[in-house]
């Protein structure tokens, strides 16, 4: 009998059955109490994602969380839109997909200066001091790069972006529930999460924190009409949206962050970071290499990892993909240049042990079958090992 199919992108990732339920309930105005309750729920429990995703139970942040119908997308641009104008000046960094696609989003609304290197690598933390001036507006910066692996340095770019006192915006897609994130101490002026990541939601619902901070800093000039910050934290405050909720995806996001306060950020970020050091154990001791390459203060992520594709593998990785996949699990592979010369597995949401153990075992297997000589049982005694800490 084949196993259950398992699902290890980063992003989707599987739902709890409690979420799964929640959606299937009858419906409900968006303007009625019922929904009203669903809201605060799901505010109350982002209030504490955002508060509490210190290591040292330590609670940081002096903000709202506004929750959007839409992916992540959506709030990085709602940050970019409200908070800049065609004259403001943006320092965009790019190190990967997401980087680029913040830079994309910020050059459509303002002027921007890109800090760049190869996707992979550390940002040269002098070139940021050297691109941010007392002119800079605002600083982008993806927390973790979910298209290579690396977890950039957003204390430090912080740091820069604070004594220009340029507007700081964080996108902690793939971080923020799972990792931790310190708003305060970090100088974050907004951050920008998504449901279908750590926070184990279903896909098509987001967060944004807005400090009082980036609040002050929000004119309304030109702000756009579907993510106005201004009318959305007026709507939040009597725990509703602007315009129609997605309901079902509100129910899921509640039970979702209710079940991450049961299991308390600590203990969370601690898992995550077990599990994560589990893949890239077990990867390494079947002698996979890992793709990304930190130096300094960046650092490898804790809740996705990226392996480099066996350079018989590389451009043609498909016998690969298709022993993954025929073992009822769902990996992904590089995006934009970097397919077909990595793949990469995550440990964002609610993973029991054994489904980690499964990713290794099903990675080790694979190649094997695509030809690649992989030591299965060294592999997950390594991951083990780690799980057991
Ligand atoms: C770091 C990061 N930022 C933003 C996004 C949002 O992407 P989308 O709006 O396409 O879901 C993602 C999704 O994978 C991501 O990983």
Redesign the pocket.
Known sequence: MSEEFLLLN??PVPLSEEVRRAMDQPMVSHRSAEFEAVYERAQDGLEYVFSESTLDGESTGDGTPLILN?????G?EMAVANLTDEDSEVVALVN???GR?FKRIADRHADVTPVEVEWGEAFDLGAVEAAVTDDTEMVTV??????TGLLNPVSEVGEVARDRDATFVV?G??SIGGDEFRIDDWSVDVA?T?G??ALAAP?GI?TVYVTDRAIERADGEGAPFYEDIDWHLRKADTHQTPFTSAVPLFRALAVAVEGIESEGMPRRIRRHRRQARAFREGFAAMGLDRFPDPAGPTELSNTLTAIELPEELKGDAGAFFDAVAERNVSISGGQAHLGGEIFRVSNMGNLAPDQILRGVRVVGEAMNDAGVDCDVEAGLAAARDELDQ
Not at 70 to 74: F, K, L, S
Not at 142 to 147: F, G, K, Q, R, Y
Request: aromatic share 4%.
């Open positions: 980063p992003g839409g992916t992540a997308t959506m990085m990967g997909k997401f696609r993806v927390h973790n790069e979910t298209s996108d897609v793939t920008v998504d279908q990541k896909p987001s």
